[in-house]
């Protein structure tokens, strides 16, 4: 168990790495930010922060001196860099998480071999490749980015065979899959943390709602289909954090179809989905990730209340702060950006009951 006092390095300096980092001091550890960023978000909220690129392996090596363990806030954190840090200081999550959670084939490939089911999908390595793909897995479907796509970027809709040049082009010709569309009825995820002794806790799973692509609520109760797949999906992410020997939160999104579950994608890492179990659960997805990467024993996720709705304040939502603030139901975290770009996540807001 890494005794209060450590430094936990992390290695993005996003909203995650700040909730993280809030998780950690109150445990009693100190975090250092590893993020290339002028002024992230995490940074506010830690001890230090090393701004530097992930190539830098003299800031790398200065980082490693100074902290006692690594983790993510980002799983798009160079292989390369996860990996000249594990040679100094463990880290956790490691990088066979990484190198499955990076790219959407290898981890449709690496959950369909745990007997996961996935949405029809082919991979597509040129604009040729993209007229066979469609051939076999039908219209209408998603052009994603093998790697790099979140929030609905690197995606692009195909309906009908003469949007595939437009499509091909607005992913910007990169190595990727086409994914058949998925009539579901629901969003959910799966949210587990997986501690250094290999025992596991999941949380009770919340259902989402995505709006133009991006996260818009989590909230609990889910429906009732959700509830009936819940048990099969959890144990399929279970199945996959053990196999992949992860340490920390490991999520995993799912579509709720008529005829069944199908995995959409995972992340090695705390997850937007998962914000409400701040206040909404016995412990939080940052507490038990800390403990986690810390070799503390995990603590229990019941629910605090059986309704919780997050909500996440996305660009100028954010402009509505005053109201909020003065709502006594409302537990409302900011994120500390300055600028609300559209699209931007600036905050979200928690209501029990
Ligand atoms: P992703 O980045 O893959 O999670 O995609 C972002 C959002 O786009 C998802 O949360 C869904 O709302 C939607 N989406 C992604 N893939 C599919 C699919 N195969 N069928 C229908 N909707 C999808």
Redesign the pocket.
């Known amino acids: 168990m890494l005794p209060p006092g450590s430094t936990i390095g992390i290695l993005g300096g996003g909203q995650l790495g700040r909730m993280l980092a809030l998780a950690a001091a109150e445990l009693g550890y100190r975090c250092h930010i590893f993020a290339p960023e002028t002024d992230p978000p995490a940074a506010d909220v830690s001890a230090a922060h090393t701004r530097a690129d992930y190539a830098d392996t003299a800031a790398l090596d200065a980082f490693a001196a100074r902290v006692d363990v690594v983790t993510l806030e980002w799983e798009n954190v160079p292989r390369s860099a996860v990996r000249h840090l594990a040679g100094l200081v463990p880290v956790h999550p490691g990088a066979q998480s990484l190198e499955v959670a990076q790219d959407r084939m290898a981890e449709k490939q690496f959950v369909e071999w745990l007997g996961g089911r996935c949405?029809a999908w082919a991979q597509v390595d040129s604009r040729a490749g993209l007229d066979a793909a469609i051939a076999q897995v039908g219209l209408p479907a998603?052009l994603?980015t093998r790697r790099f796509?979140?929030d609905?970027k690197g995606?692009a809709r195909i309906h009908s065979a003469s949007d595939a040049d437009a499509a091909w082009a607005a992913i910007g010709e990169q190595p990727a899959i086409l994914?058949?569309?998925?009539d579901?009825a629901h969003?959910y995820s799966v949210i587990l943390c997986r501690g250094s002794d290999g025992a596991m806790v999941d949380w009770p799973v919340p259902v989402n709602l995505?709006k133009a692509?991006i996260l818009a609520t989590s909230s609990l109760p889910p429906p009732a289909l959700v509830r009936e797949q819940a048990p099969a999906a959890v144990a399929l992410a279970r199945t996959v954090a053990e196999k992949l020997g992860h340490i920390g939160v490991l999520t995993c999104?799912f579509f709720a179809c008529r005829d069944g579950l199908r995995f959409?994608?995972m992340a090695p890492r705390v997850h937007n989905s998962g914000h409400w179990t701040i206040e909404g659960s016995a412990t939080s997805q940052f507490e038990n990730h800390i403990r986690a990467v810390a070799g503390l024993p995990l603590r229990p996720t019941g629910l605090m209340n059986p309704r919780v709705t997050m909500t996440n304040l996305i660009g100028d939502d954010v402009a509505d702060w005053p109201r909020l603030m003065a709502d006594p139901a409302a537990h409302v975290h900011l994120y500390g950006k300055a600028e609300a770009r559209p699209g931007r996540k600036m905050g979200h807001v928690t209501r029990l009951g």
Not at 179 to 182: H, L
């Open positions: 949405a998603i994603k796509g979140y609905g995606q994914e058949a569309m998925v579901f969003e995505h692509g999104e959409n994608e």
